[in-house]
């Protein structure tokens, strides 16, 4: 009987942690497709669902790098 009921509770932990997981991904691949010029810098911010005001392309760079450099491992990587 106990096992019926920490199999529900099981799944409803696992389940937040299983989406995190697909985000981190999500934004890992976008910044690197950035860093490869697969997209552009406004195209990464539109994939990553991030808050951006600006249409300039050189302010977008800067913002979806600056954004980026939190994902990569090395600071003195320049893309």
């Keep these: 009987m106990k096992y019926l009921l920490l199999l529900p509770v099981f ?10 997981t697909t985000r981190m991904f999500k934004v890992l691949d976008t910044c690197a497709r950035y860093r490869l010029k697969e997209k552009t810098a406004l195209v990464a911010i539109k994939d990553l669902k991030l808050k951006y005001d ?3 392309e050189s302010e ?3 913002f979806i790098k600056l954004y980026c450099s939190v994902f990569t491992p ?3 990587v320049d893309f």
């Excluded at 799944?11 to 299983?18: A, D, K, Q, R």
């Design 74 to 76: 090395n600071e003195n």
């Design 11 to 20: 799944f409803v932990l696992i389940t937040p942690s299983e989406a995190v």
């Design 54 to 56: 600006g249409k300039d």
């Design 60 to 62: 977008a760079e800067l």
